[in-house]
């Protein structure tokens, strides 16, 4: 039976050449980058040398850049950090509503625990945000405004610099969770004049464990741990030296391949997308069809549960994700798709097909194949479908 992984969006392989550059710092040069002898200083000259490759990247200063465990931790760290510093004068936390959960249960923690008041950005059908709903919610207050760049489901990818705008004219900072885009589109701190942006390299074909907070120069925050001097105290403990090259060269390799990735995996997307959609009546795509990152693909079965649907995938050697993999296993339906104003019946049918580098088109073809065997068996089933 084949073997067919399209759940890249969760997380990826790590690239080859990644792995070559990361296995000297895991066991030649071992050296802690804060210990003063010559072992110390040349984990020193490793862990700055990548940081300012994904400075670069992103089109930051060195000294903006914070090495992470990951995209999870940069978003707690940017939202309760920010928050703890403006607690005296602002109270106020706006989110988007189809963020992240790392984005949206810190800020309900923010919230239920620390009093802060939180209002949700409503999106449209496709999962956008415009300027008009942040300004009808935003106040003298309001000290952060959290908006991914791509969502983790669906691929919308929002046009940000309206927003920043927006939040900017009621002198309130915003930060962006750009796990999704980072390596997969142009992510350019500057254009988008974000004040803080988190990232990570297992989404890229990179390792896990290893992430990065951009924070403009000038931005205050309190850090969440304590007992140590690490990356200016704003995240200590001892560096992952190994994570930190990996990371640089997950995305020096992603830079170059980027226009050539994306033009196949839109390709691609767009003939899955048609196929099956010709293939089975009342398949819908979630989010748009335009303005989104080409890897991720969300369709919705009318009439099957989307758990259902990807055991069933599962058996036939097909690995799909029913939503973010942080909520697998979760019965409600999507809050993105909620967010998204989705028929409930409709969002319980969703599944999401994340294409990567390796996907190729005899891959889909597969998928193709098995995909109505499938949903009809399970429509079979189903009360809710009406033939």
Not at 49 to 56: D, G, K, L, T, Y
Not at 141 to 162: D, H, R, V
Request: net charge negative; hydrophobic share 40%; with cysteine.
């Amino acid at each position: 039976m084949k073997q067919i992984y399209l759940d890249h969006t969760a997380t990826t392989p790590v690239d080859q050449e990644v792995v070559d550059v990361m296995i000297p710092y895991l066991s030649k040069v071992f050296g802690n980058a804060s210990s003063a002898h010559n072992f110390g200083r040349d984990a020193k000259v490793a862990l700055e040398n990548s940081r300012e490759i994904v400075a670069a990247h992103i089109n930051c200063e060195p000294s903006e850049l914070y090495f992470t465990s990951g995209g999870t931790e940069s978003d707690n760290i940017a939202l309760m950090g920010v928050a703890q510093k403006y607690k005296s004068k602002k109270h106020h936390l706006l989110v988007g509503a189809t963020e992240h959960h790392a984005v949206l249960e810190t800020a309900e923690f923010l919230h239920n625990k620390h009093d802060f008041k939180l209002s949700v950005i409503p999106v449209d059908v496709d999962g956008f945000i415009s300027a008009d709903s942040i300004n009808k919610l935003i106040t003298e207050k309001t000290f952060l405004t959290s908006i991914m760049l791509a969502n983790n489901e669906t691929g919308t990818i929002q046009n940000l610099k309206p927003l920043v705008d927006a939040t900017h004219a009621k002198g309130a900072l915003f930060h962006t969770d750009a796990v999704q885009a980072i390596g997969k589109i142009k992510v350019d701190v500057k254009e988008l004049d974000v004040d803080l942006l988190s990232l990570t390299a297992h989404k890229i074909y990179g390792p896990k464990g290893i992430g990065a907070l951009f924070v403009k120069q000038g931005v205050r925050m309190e850090p969440l741990f304590y007992g140590g001097s690490h990356e200016k105290k704003r995240r200590p403990g001892t560096e992952n030296i190994a994570g930190a090259v990996g990371l640089a060269k997950t995305l020096e390799i992603a830079q170059r391949r980027m226009d050539a990735d994306h033009a196949m995996l839109l390709e691609l997307s767009e003939y899955f997308i048609a196929k099956v959609k010709a293939l089975l009546p009342d398949v819908y795509l979630n989010g748009p069809m335009t303005n989104r990152i080409p890897q991720t693909v969300n369709l919705s079965f009318q009439g099957v549960e989307g758990e259902s649907l990807l055991l069933g995938l599962d058996l036939k050697g097909v690995a799909v994700s029913s939503g973010s993999a942080c909520t697998s296993g979760a019965t409600e339906p999507s809050h993105v798709l909620q967010a998204m104003g989705i028929d409930k019946v409709i969002s319980q049918g969703a599944l999401r097909f994340s294409l990567g580098r390796s996907t190729t088109k005899d891959d889909l073809d597969y998928v193709i194949s098995v995909l109505p065997e499938v949903v009809n068996r399970l429509r079979d089933m189903s009360p809710i479908y009406n033939k």
